[in-house]
Structures are given as C-alpha cells and as structure tokens.
C-alpha cells in the first residue's frame, strides 16, 4: 500500500469521525446509525496503521493489490449498510401508513360522536 493511500485514508478516516461526532453532539444521528459509520473509519484507520495486516487479507482473499481489497471490503460494508437501511425504510413505511390508517379512523370516529352530541340537544 502506497504512502499516499496510506495518508489519504487516514484523514478521510478522521474527517468522517469528526463528522459523526459533530451530528451526534448536534442530536441530527443517532448513535446506533453513527456507530456504523465511527466502525467503518476505525477499519479504514487500522488499514493504514497496519498496512501488513491488510497486505494479508488481500492475499488471503486473492485479490491483486491491497488496494483493490481494500476497496472491494468498503463496497461490501456499504451494500450491507445500504440494505439495512432499506429494510428500515420499509419497516417504517409500514407504519407510518398503519398510524396514518388508526389517525384517520380516530378522526372518524370523532367525527360521528361528535354529530351524534350535535342531534341529542335538539330532541
């Protein structure tokens, strides 16, 4: 792994630390989601430091240099963030349209006890 890699990961690694901090203190993510991302900086940090330990990773997985695993295992992690995030995405569709569902029903129901109170002072 070239020097250049080396140092580029590194900072981006920091940047994004930085960053996930910043939005936890800012309470725009939540710690679960962050720690995602803080795991994904550390790997990337750990590559750097210890460029030996992602040398035999790559031979290990077979890939041609370093930086084609390296690469290879950042894609992985975010198909797998990506698809997690998708399923919560629908989770959370799925009931946001179930309370949009029991809202309107409430307000239905409000509704008739509400002209039913309107027809009893009449009689």
């Known amino acids: 792994m070239t020097t250049v890699l080396r140092v580029i990961l590194i900072?981006?690694?920091l940047l994004?630390?930085?960053?996930m901090m910043k939005k936890i203190r800012q309470a725009k993510a939540q710690i679960e989601d962050s720690m995602f991302w803080v795991f994904f900086a550390l790997l990337l940090v750990i590559?750097?430091?210890f460029p030996k330990a992602a040398d035999w990773l790559s031979g290990l997985v077979g890939t041609m240099s370093?930086?084609?695993?390296i690469f290879l295992l950042?894609?992985?992690l975010l198909l797998v963030k990506n698809?997690?995030?998708s399923i919560r995405i629908s989770q959370l569709?799925?009931?946001m349209k179930?309370?949009?569902q029991k809202i309107a029903l409430d307000d239905n129901e409000a509704e008739k006890r509400l002209k039913e109170q309107e027809k009893e002072p009449e009689k």
């Open 93 to 95: 569709e799925t009931k």
């Open 66 to 69: 370093t930086a084609n695993f």
């Open 98 to 100: 179930e309370l949009v």
């Open 16 to 19: 994004v630390l930085l960053l």
């Open 74 to 76: 950042m894609i992985f």
């Open 47 to 49: 590559f750097s430091v």
């Open 11 to 13: 900072l981006m690694s």
């Open 83 to 85: 698809f997690s995030m």
